[in-house]
């Protein structure tokens, strides 16, 4: 089987949401947006995970603590900036990335 893994952006700080937390720690019903996000993966039977993290990036951390890899986007520049921190976990790997 080919070795698939994911790349999770979630660096953002969710202006727009009027509110202080990142935007993809705002819950949905009983979990967070990044929970689905990375409970769908896992139901795809993808457990190699990365997220991009950024604006007060401990909150997704906790979130997300054993079920995830993580990388620092310190500046918030953009989705392919977002996508290119994590370079560096991704370039000896073969396969497929989403």
């Known amino acids: 089987m080919t070795d698939v893994r994911a790349v999770?952006?979630?660096?953002?700080?969710?202006t727009r949401m009027n509110s202080d937390?990142?935007?993809?720690?705002?819950y949905i019903i009983d979990k967070t947006m990044i929970e689905y996000v990375i409970d769908?993966?896992?139901?795809?039977?993808i457990q190699d995970i990365i997220t991009v993290v950024g604006y007060r990036?401990?909150?997704?951390?906790?979130?997300?603590?054993?079920?995830s890899k993580f990388?620092?986007?310190?500046e918030q520049l953009g989705t392919a900036h977002?996508?290119?921190?994590?370079?560096e976990l991704l370039?000896?790997?073969?396969?497929?990335?989403?």
């Open 71 to 74: 990388v620092y986007q310190e």
């Open 82 to 87: 977002a996508v290119l921190m994590a370079e």
């Open 8 to 14: 999770v952006l979630a660096a953002g700080k969710g």
């Open 57 to 67: 990036r401990e909150v997704i951390e906790e979130l997300l603590k054993g079920r």
């Open 21 to 26: 937390e990142p935007k993809c720690a705002h």
């Open 40 to 45: 769908s993966l896992n139901g795809a039977k």
């Open 91 to 98: 370039k000896d790997k073969k396969g497929i990335t989403l």
